[in-house]
C-alpha cells in the first residue's frame, strides 16, 4: 500500500529571471515502509517536492496524498504523522543536544517519561554522548547536523522527510545516521530520503527515482539503474595516463582531478598491465550510481542546475 502518492505535482516560479519550472508533472508513489531514495542536481527539484509533500508548500498543480489525506486541503491532518530534517535547517545557539531532543519530543506531544526515554536511546545510537551538554555554538557543524537528524529520529513518525541529512558528516557519523535510518524502517516508519552522497543512496535505498528539470528520469532499484551502464567496470587512475590514451579503452570521466575509465571486463587486464609499467596508481571495481547518473542524466551531481 502506498503512504505517499503525487499525481502530476508541478510547481512554476515567476521572477525577474522569467518562468521556472522547479516540479513539471511529477508522479511518485512510496509503499509504506520503504526507504525511498530521491536524487538530483542542485536545483532539479527534490526539495521542492519535500516541501510539497510536507505541507510546507503549496503545488501550483497536482495532487500529493499522504496517509490518503491530501497535503493541500488537509495538513492539519498530515502534520502528527510526519517529520521532517530540512536541508537548510539550524540547530538553537544555546541548546544543547539533549535539550534539542527532549524538547522538540514534548512539543511533539510526548510524556515526559516516553521523551526522556527516547532521548537517551537516540543520543547513544547516533554517537552524541560526548557532546549531550554543549551548547550547540560550540560544536562543529557535523555533530550540529547530527543533532538536528537525531531530533526527528527520535520522533519514530511514519513518514520521515530526511533532505540531505548527511551534509557536513565524518565518514563514521554518516555511518552511525545510516544505521538508526535503517532501524526505523524496521519499525515500520517510510523514509523519503534526498542524498548528494550516492554511495549512500546505493546501501541504503530499496528504490529511487533521479530527477532533472523538475521531472522523474528513473525510477527503480539501484541494481537496475545501475545495470543501464553500458560498461561494466571502473577503473580509477592516478597519474601516468592522459585522457586522450585512456579514451582507446572506453568513457573516461574526470572526478576530483583523477581520471576514472568506464570499460568493459576484457580490457581490463591489457590496461592495469600498462598502467603498472608505469607506476601508475590504480584501483579497480565495478560500476558505480555516479556512473549511472552520469549516464542518465548527461552531468554529474555535484553539478548544479
Do not use: C
Amino acid at each position: 500500500m502506498a503512504v505517499l502518492e503525487a499525481t502530476g505535482v508541478s510547481k512554476v516560479y515567476h521572477g525577474r529571471r522569467g518562468t521556472v519550472h522547479a516540479l513539471d508533472g511529477v508522479d511518485l508513489s512510496i509503499p509504506k515502509g520503504q526507504l525511498f531514495a530521491f536524487l538530483g542536481r542542485n536545483g532539479a527539484g527534490k526539495t521542492t517536492f519535500i516541501k510539497v509533500a510536507a505541507t510546507l508548500l503549496l503545488p501550483t498543480s497536482g495532487e500529493v496524498r499522504l496517509f490518503g489525506e491530501d497535503v493541500v486541503a488537509h495538513p492539519e491532518a498530515v502534520r502528527p504523522y510526519i517529520a521532517l530534517v530540512p536541508q537548510e535547517g539550524r540547530p538553537f545557539f544555546h541548546m544543547t543536544p539533549r535539550e534539542h531532543i527532549y524538547e522538540y519530543l514534548r512539543v511533539r506531544g510526548a510524556s515526559g517519561e516516553s521523551a526522556k526515554a527516547r532521548t537517551e536511546e537516540i543520543l547513544e545510537a547516533m554517537g552524541l554522548r560526548p557532546f549531550e551538554q554543549e551548547p550547540a555554538y560550540r560544536l562543529s557543524g557535523g555533530v550540529q547536523q547530527r543533532t538536528l537528524v537525531a531530533m526527528i529520529l527520535a520522533t519514530e513518525a511514519p513518514f520521515l522527510f530526511l533532505d540531505e541529512p548527511t551534509l557536513g558528516m565524518d565518514p563514521f557519523g554518516r555511518r552511525q545516521v545510516w544505521e538508526v535510518i535503517r532501524r526505523a524502517t524496521r519499525k515500520g516508519s517510510t523514509v523519503l530520503l534526498t542524498t548528494h552522497y550516492l554511495d549512500e543512496a546505493e546501501q541504503l535505498a530499496e528504490e529511487l527515482a533521479v530527477i532533472e528539470g523538475g521531472k522523474i528520469l528513473y525510477r527503480g532499484a539501484p541494481e537496475a539503474l545501475k545495470s543501464t551502464v553500458k560498461r561494466e567496470v571502473r577503473l580509477q587512475f592516478s597519474g601516468g595516463f592522459t585522457r586522450s590514451e585512456l579514451g582507446e579503452y572506453g568513457e573516461v570521466i574526470e572526478d576530483r582531478k583523477r581520471l576514472v575509465l568506464l570499460t568493459t571486463r576484457s580490457r581490463v587486464r591489457e590496461i592495469t598491465e600498462r598502467a603498472l609499467e608505469r607506476g601508475s596508481e590504480i584501483t579497480v571495481g565495478p560500476v558505480t550510481l555516479e556512473e549511472a547518473f552520469l549516464e542518465l542524466v548527461g552531468r554529474g551531481i555535484e553539478e548544479e542546475e
